[in-house]
């Protein structure tokens, strides 16, 4: 008996768990590095990461839009007044511009929303930046912020016409990943648990949010025209 006990903790010890581990780090990448929160253009401390996809640009596009959410618009003068326009006549805007934040050194790189009926003042929306890291098949790490615009009114900080967002972030986060696996091109979701070690703060506009410290994963399906 205590020969197979040695024979099981060997396999276990030198065989199973290092093949474990390589597989666990092939498919997640390291988080531990990673900023936790956004910053507006003057350097404010703004949104909360709290999402992350592992796919090529097209795969994590491809993913979002069969979840039903939306491409922005860019932000312009244009947008901002149509999106104004929209706001005081309630007419629904799908694709209105969100506000550029910023994450090493520079704007997102994708941002997505979705209405919330035919009011422009509320909607759910999530930008993404693409990281340096990859996983075992060579993706990229895209990391984001989700969101919930409740209502328009005056910036906290600056009293600029803005949206104000909800506190809740968590419920945005696990709104936006329902809807990705109801969109049936993620593979595999998990959560980086206690990847804030500060769960509440303000965005740039003043508005509180709060989190239970969990950054949540989404693995893209492949695209296998490109096969991976």
């Known amino acids: 008996m205590a ?49 992350a996809l592992i796919g090529t640009k097209a795969e994590v596009i491809r993913a979002l839009l069969a979840a039903r959410w939306y491409p922005a618009d860019p932000l312009s003068l244009k947008s901002s007044l149509e999106i104004a326009e929209a706001s005081v006549l309630r007419r629904p805007y799908v694709d209105a511009p969100v506000s550029s934040l910023y994450l090493f050194g520079r704007k997102e790189d994708l941002a997505f929303e979705q209405p919330v009926g035919d009011n422009p003042r509320q909607r759910h929306h999530v930008r993404f930046w693409l990281t340096e890291k990859l996983d075992g098949d060579g993706r990229p790490l895209w990391i984001g912020a989700a969101v919930y615009d409740d209502r328009v009114g005056l910036s906290h900080r600056t009293g600029a016409v803005t949206h104000h967002t909800a506190a809740d972030v968590d419920a945005e986060r696990n709104k936006l990943f329902n809807d990705l696996a109801t969109g049936g091109q993620i593979i595999e979701q998990y959560s980086e648990d206690n990847f804030h070690e500060v769960r509440e703060g303000k965005n740039g506009g003043g508005d509180p949010w709060r989190t239970d410290g969990r950054l949540f994963v989404g693995v893209t399906k492949p695209d296998s025209s490109q096969g991976n």
């Open 3 to 51: 020969l197979g006990v040695v024979v099981a903790w060997a396999i276990g010890a030198y065989l199973a768990m290092p093949e474990y581990w390589k597989h666990y780090f092939r498919k997640h990448p390291s988080l531990a590095d990673l900023p936790g929160v956004t910053h507006t253009g003057g350097g404010i401390p703004a949104d909360p990461l709290n999402s």
